[in-house]
């Protein structure tokens, strides 16, 4: 909550005509914490209206567009207070 990294979110480059998208946030064992469709949402470390626990979680976007087709990015974050 200092206005620094409070959200996380893939960018994009302005000129990419991304036709679909999905981003999804899970933690280390597997179990989803976050999920959007809307490219301007972004994970604030909170699940359910409670502050996930600090630690590791693991990304997943995958996107459609119109130039290039389907792109898949999968990494790991971590989440410190």
């Known amino acids: 909550d200092d206005g620094i990294n409070d959200c996380f979110k893939p960018f ?7 036709t679909s998208y999905r981003f999804s946030v899970f933690d ?32 997943f976007w995958e996107i459609i567009t119109r130039d290039c087709g389907r792109a898949l990015k999968k990494g790991e974050l971590i989440l410190t207070k």
């Open 12 to 18: 994009f480059a302005a000129e990419s005509e991304i």
């Open 28 to 59: 280390r064992w597997g179990n989803h914490v976050y999920t959007t469709t809307n490219i301007v949402d972004c994970w604030d470390g909170m699940n359910r209206g409670k502050e996930c626990a600090q630690g590791t979680y693991v990304y």
